[in-house]
């Protein structure tokens, strides 16, 4: 099993450019999650997705838009790339149940935007 | 609204010495709370986790926490550091994750 996946790994767009983060997850897991990492912030939740065919804001969703493209695959857009959003992204997938089960990472993306 | 709160930035210990990492939270309810560990340029693995039940809890690489409902706290701890434990930890809250902003942990020889 890979786990989680992402890609790519690293990018660096101008400010204004569009680009789109993959992840994937091979567990059979319902819920998908996108944070992202700052120096001295933790990891702040972007969009999360708790079953296929939903999707919901977290706590820094502005400027960006998720697609959960099925049970495997959810997606993260910046439409148009500010240096606010140079970050580290991660996805992470967890099962659902009466109790909060454990995320799973994946590697994470490193995105400089200039 | 929920939130972490991890006191220390960055912590160095030597190989071999005890270590504590201290988290505290504020939320309405006893919560879910977990414990992750980032090595550089790694995603986060799970060290352990607390839902109910036993307070001390036991996880992987030998680390345990407790949590101290009077305290608000959430703990982790190691008998004896490993040169392979220097990385970032995080402590997290609840189903969608409220986290902490981290601790580094240097070891020295």
């Known amino acids: 099993n890979a786990g989680v996946t992402q890609t790519p790994k690293f990018q660096v767009l101008k400010t204004g450019q569009s680009m789109t983060l993959q992840c994937a997850q091979d567990?059979?897991?319902?819920?998908m999650y996108w944070y992202r990492q700052d120096p001295g912030m933790g990891l702040r939740l972007i969009y999360y997705?708790?079953?296929?065919?939903?999707?919901d804001k977290g706590e820094v969703p502005n400027g960006y838009n998720v697609s959960r493209l099925n049970k495997r695959e959810f997606s993260l857009r910046l439409e148009s790339a500010a240096p606010s959003q140079t970050s580290v992204y991660f996805c992470?997938?967890?099962?659902?149940?009466?109790?909060?089960?454990?995320?799973?990472f994946g590697p994470g993306t490193r995105l400089t935007v200039t | 609204a929920q939130s972490v709160t991890q006191p220390d930035i960055h912590i160095t210990v030597s190989e071999g010495a005890s270590l504590e990492l201290r988290c505290n939270y504020s939320?309405?309810?006893?919560?879910?709370l977990f414990w992750y560990v980032q090595s550089p340029g790694q995603g986060l693995q799970l060290l352990l986790k607390?839902?109910?039940?036993?307070?001390l809890v036991q996880g992987i690489k030998g680390f345990e926490a407790e949590f101290k409902r009077s305290q608000s706290s959430f703990n982790l701890r190691k008998p004896s550091v490993h040169w392979s434990d220097a990385a970032e930890y995080f402590c997290?809250?609840?189903?969608?994750?409220?986290f902490g902003a981290g601790t580094t942990v240097t070891v020295r020889a």
């Open positions: 567990m059979n897991h319902n819920s």
């Open positions: 939320y309405g309810a006893t919560p879910y």
């Open positions: 997705s708790a079953s296929e065919g939903t999707t």
């Open positions: 607390y839902f109910s039940g036993d307070t």
């Open positions: 997290a809250v609840e189903f969608k994750l409220s």
């Open positions: 992470a997938s967890s099962e659902v149940g009466t109790a909060p089960y454990e995320q799973y």
